[in-house]
């Protein structure tokens, strides 16, 4: 028997995925599709005609409001590291 849960499949080639689909298919028989890609392992997911943006955001805010500073300001570091 085996078990795997939370696998992404990708590619640029929607052949080659769909060929890829069709043996998992025909190998293990309780194979879903579950459509676009919004949260893995952790990882949020947008996907747009640009391609993916991930983020932890969701995982960051867990953790602040686990320790108690869900109300802290927060500052964007990408302005603080260029300045």
């Known amino acids: 028997m085996v078990y795997i849960d939370d696998i992404v499949f990708t590619r ?38 640009e391609g993916v943006i991930i983020s932890q955001r969701k995982y960051a805010l ?3 409001e686990e320790i108690g500073l869900e109300n802290c300001k927060l500052i964007d570091i990408w302005t603080s590291i260029k300045s």
């Open 12 to 49: 640029n080639d929607i052949n080659r995925l769909t060929q890829l689909k069709k043996h998992l298919f025909s190998h293990f028989q309780t194979t879903k599709v579950l459509g676009y890609l919004k949260y893995f392992l952790g990882i949020e997911a947008a996907q747009s005609k």
């Open 62 to 64: 867990d953790i602040s």
